[in-house]
Structures are given as structure tokens and as C-alpha cells.
């Protein structure tokens, strides 16, 4: 028998985001053969948490975190380039704050990496200056626009959102 909750009246809802979607325009496209799929995106602490998918090989971004990140390898593989260990399925990854490396999918095959971001992705070219950067709100911005675009409506984000 299931015991039924109590949930302070100010608590955001629980989110349940199910297995793996049957409809691929929850996907949302970030670079060429690159997506992600939103299953949070915090605004009340600047965290989002995603599936990152790569279906092809080479360099994806060098880039720094203000604030940890974790990572946890559901599909493929992947490295940085500043490292000599490769992220395997089934593999955990810790990153902590201020490391700039260069992310690098090798292969041919699937990689979905599950990622939970606090802050900033800033995006960096090899002399280190900063060229971009994304976080939850240019994550939403980016859900929004895809899924106005694909015909789920600007609003489906908000399932996502805290």
C-alpha cells in the first residue's frame, strides 16, 4: 500500500521524466549529429541535468565548469583530450570546478552520457579566452525554440523546469 506524501505547500512538484522517449523530437539538436534531452533544468540554482547524445567522432567542445559536474556513461564513450582515461558505459565521472578540457567522442558507434551541471558551461578556444557559454537558461531558450519548431509547442520545456 502505497503511504501517501506530504509535500510543503511552496515545494515544486516531483519529476519523473520516463525511459527512452518513443518520439525523437524530444531531442534537442546542439551542433550537427549532437542533442540533448532535458530531464531538468533548474532556475532556482542554475543546475540542469540531461542526456547528452553524439552520433559521430571528433572534438565537441573545450570548455570549463565554475561548478562541478557529474557524469554518468549509459551508451559509448568518450575522453578528454587533457586525460588518458576514456568514460566507458557504465563508467562515473566526477569533474570538479575549474578544469578547462577538451571533450572528444572516438568511434563509430552511440554515445549518451547522463549529466548533472551546476552553473556554466563556458566554452573556451585553445588560448583559453572565452567564446560562449551555456546554462539553464540558454538551455530552456534552446528547448523552446526546438520545440516550437517541431511542432511540441514552446511550453513542452516546462515539464522540465523547477
Not at 38 to 67: D, E, F
Amino acid at each position: 500500500m502505497t503511504q501517501p506524501s506530504t509535500v510543503h505547500p511552496l515545494s515544486p512538484p516531483e519529476l519523473v521524466v520516463t525511459g527512452e522517449p518513443d518520439d525523437e523530437r524530444v531531442w534537442v539538436p546542439q551542433d550537427e549529429n549532437v542533442w540533448f534531452r532535458p530531464l531538468l533544468l533548474n532556475t532556482v540554482q542554475g543546475q540542469w541535468c540531461n542526456l547528452l547524445r553524439v552520433r559521430k567522432s571528433g572534438v565537441l567542445s573545450r570548455h570549463i565548469h565554475p561548478a562541478p559536474v557529474h557524469g554518468f556513461v549509459i551508451r559509448g564513450s568518450w575522453r578528454y583530450l587533457e586525460h588518458d582515461w576514456i568514460a566507458n558505459a557504465g563508467d562515473y565521472v566526477f569533474e570538479p570546478p575549474g578544469e578547462t578540457h577538451t571533450l572528444i567522442v572516438d568511434g563509430e558507434e552511440e554515445m549518451i552520457t547522463f549529466f548533472n551541471i551546476s552553473g556554466a558551461m563556458i566554452y573556451v578556444d585553445e588560448a583559453g579566452a572565452i567564446v560562449g557559454h551555456d546554462d539553464v537558461f540558454t538551455k530552456i531558450d534552446m528547448c523552446r525554440a526546438h520545440y516550437e519548431q517541431c511542432g511540441l509547442g514552446a511550453d513542452y520545456v516546462e515539464q522540465f523546469v523547477r
